[in-house]
């Protein structure tokens, strides 16, 4: 891959992946966590495609191009499988439902801005030729060579067939964990009214921009 923690359940859901995807994800969040140099988020180059394993066609490389704003640097077959093309350049946003992306660019400005760490349980529904679908996207911040956090380590992991492409996902639930909390024993993040909770909301959900607040 060139640049151009433990898996959280926040829902109480099940199925978002099985227990070999999230036994890999954990590796994957082992593997992130031990390139860190205490708080300080590792470099882009640091990543090594040989310990990534069985996630290499799942995960991803992401670029910041704008507040809440990414595009696909490099990226496994599983996401081309899923949108149907080659997603090299794409937004990430383009797996996640429109009614969805306000929300999912608030979380990637924490990725970048706090700096923070997310998880994504996320549900496509059922349509002609596309079955019911599950997954989880998870995000990791990454420095570029400059030293700005402006690169993110993903991966994105599914349940059941993929059926016809283009795929896309509304969301279930939102974790996200700044590193700091993470350093001083851990800290969960509530999105006041008018906008996400821990629950995903789906169409009914409410349209009010999110804000963030530290729970203890």
């Known amino acids: ?5 433990t898996v ?14 999230a036994a890999d994800l954990h590796a994957l969040h ?10 300080e ?11 990534i394993g069985g996630l290499l066609s799942n995960a991803f490389i992401a670029e910041r191009i704008a507040p809440g704003v990414t595009r696909l640097r490099v990226a496994g077959l599983h996401l081309n499988a899923l949108m149907g093309m080659e997603v090299r350049g794409m937004p990430l946003s383009s797996f996640i439902a429109p009614n969805a992306r306000e ?3 608030l979380a990637l400005v924490d990725l970048f801005e706090r700096p923070a760490r997310v998880e994504i349980d996320l549900h496509a529904r059922a349509g002609l030729g596309r079955p019911e679908m599950t997954g989880r996207l998870m995000l990791w911040p990454l420095r570029s060579d400059l030293g ?6 993903g991966c994105l992991v599914t349940q059941g067939e993929i059926g016809r492409a283009s795929r896309r ?29 821990n629950e995903w909301r789906g ?8 804000n963030l607040r530290v729970v203890k």
């Open 1 to 5: 891959m060139q640049d151009d923690k």
């Open 8 to 21: 959280l359940h926040t829902s109480g859901r099940v199925g978002a992946c099985d227990g070999q995807q």
């Open 30 to 39: 082992s593997y992130w966590a031990g390139l860190c140099e205490g708080a």
């Open 41 to 51: 988020v590792p470099r882009r180059s640091d990543i090594d495609p040989r310990r």
């Open 103 to 105: 929300a999912f660019a």
């Open 148 to 153: 700005d956090v402006s690169r993110a380590l």
């Open 169 to 197: 996902f509304e969301m279930r639930a939102v974790r996200v964990l700044p590193l700091d909390a993470e350093t001083k024993g851990r800290r969960s993040l509530d999105l006041l009214p008018g906008g996400l909770r």
């Open 203 to 210: 169409r009914d959900a409410p349209r009010g921009r999110a």
